[in-house]
């Protein structure tokens, strides 16, 4: 299905080795707003860093791909040490196409984690990837993203009320 996830995980933190080793994963698509950082935070969210370097210790290849500008995705990039797509158009698949190109992986070996359905679950679907769902660091509080949160509630029966409490 278009719209659903292979896995759906509360955060990309669960991702760990036994996740990885069980499921055959040496590669990974990452989505940057809400999957490593909160949108439009100049910083990663607490354990991001740690988690990078579990992955990296693993040898696990990553790659961020971000439908947001360079400008945007360069700075943040550089502190996480991770190549990037920016205006990876998802849910198009030429910036998932493009990082596992460059990440030299295969479609079957690599993951595509992200937190919102529309991009990035369909953008790994379109390309023949597994996906990750996560749920959001934080809710995004424009009535934009409040409207597709709720769409995304709708197709995957997510409960955003708990997240909203927070």
């Given amino acids: 299905m278009l719209f659903k996830p292979t896995f759906w995980l509360k955060s990309v933190l669960q991702i760990d080795e036994k996740f990885l080793t069980e499921n055959g994963v040496k590669a990974l698509v990452l989505d940057m707003d809400n999957t490593l950082s909160m949108h439009g935070n100049p910083a990663a969210e607490a354990g991001v860093d740690e988690w990078l370097d579990k992955m990296r210790a693993l040898g696990i290849k990553m790659r961020v791909v971000s439908n ?28 998932v196409n493009r ?68």
């Fill in 68 to 95: 947001n500008t360079n400008k945007r995705v360069a700075p943040l990039s550089a502190l996480l040490g991770l190549e990037f797509t920016a205006n990876g158009a998802k849910p198009l698949t030429f910036g």
């Fill in 99 to 166: 990082a596992v190109k460059a990440m030299g992986a295969a479609k079957s070996e690599t993951l595509v984690v992200g937190d919102q359905i529309f991009t990035d679950v369909m953008a790994g679907n379109l390309a023949g990837i597994r996906t990750v769902l996560v749920e959001p660091f934080h809710l995004e509080k424009t009535w934009t993203f409040r409207l597709k949160r709720r769409v995304e509630s709708v197709v995957f029966h997510r409960d955003y009320s708990k997240l909203e409490e927070k």
